[in-house]
Structures are given as structure tokens and as C-alpha cells.
């Protein structure tokens, strides 16, 4: 059974720092393009951050140099540290993990709340 399971959501204040952890497990994390994403609700997903297996980043013009996105070298744990926070990225966040042979699969998402 595949799971993605999203951490380290919060409450922060503008200017802030939060670093948000998707572990994975029943996939083999290296062979997988991961990525976050996040959804005010009443608009459409957005796509953050993704880092194929290959190890390329990507990132949302939005958060380009305040956000950084990594996974751990089993590859089974990816990482979102988010810097200089704004209120404009609160949001839930969501894990995601595509290969082609095996599919997409989602956590369940964290809020981010950046509020003072």
C-alpha cells in the first residue's frame, strides 16, 4: 500500500520559516518524480515545487529563491523548506509522487497558515 504522509505544517508569522516533510512508503522514493503543490480553497491547485528522479528542481515563479525543495538520500523522504513566508502562500499542501509505470499517488495535505 502506497502512502504519502505530509508534516511540519503550521501557523507562521510573515517572514517566517517552516519546512514541510512528505514520507513515503509501499514506493520506491528515487525512482519517483516528487513534487508539492497547494490549494487556497475556490482556486486551483498550484504546482510549488517538484524534483524529478533524476534530481532536477523546479520551482513556481512565486516562491523562486524562498522555497527549497530536497529529498533524503534513501529517497523516501522529500522536503519543502519554505523562507521568508508570505501571506499570500497560506495554503494546503499536498505531496505528490508520479513514475510512469506505477501512477500518482497524494498525501493528504497540511495547512500552511501565514498570518500575523
Known amino acids: 500500500q502506497v502512502q504519502l504522509v505530509e508534516s511540519g505544517g503550521g501557523l507562521v508569522q510573515p517572514g517566517g520559516s517552516l519546512r514541510l516533510s512528505c514520507a513515503t512508503s509501499?514506493?520506491?522514493?528515487?525512482?519517483?518524480?516528487m513534487g508539492w503543490y497547494r490549494q487556497v480553497p475556490g482556486q486551483q491547485l498550484e504546482t510549488v515545487a517538484t524534483?524529478?528522479?533524476?534530481?532536477?528542481?523546479n520551482y513556481a515563479d512565486s516562491v523562486k529563491g524562498r522555497f527549497t525543495i530536497s529529498r533524503d538520500d534513501a529517497g523516501n523522504t522529500v522536503y519543502l523548506q519554505m523562507d521568508n513566508l508570505k501571506p499570500e502562500d497560506t495554503a494546503v499542501y499536498y505531496c505528490?509522487?508520479?513514475?510512469?509505470?506505477?501512477?500518482?499517488?497524494w498525501g493528504q495535505g497540511t495547512q500552511v497558515t501565514v498570518s500575523s
Open positions: 505528490n509522487a508520479y513514475e510512469l509505470s506505477t501512477g500518482t499517488f
Open positions: 509501499g514506493i520506491s522514493g528515487r525512482r519517483h518524480d
Open positions: 524534483i524529478a528522479a533524476a534530481g532536477r528542481s
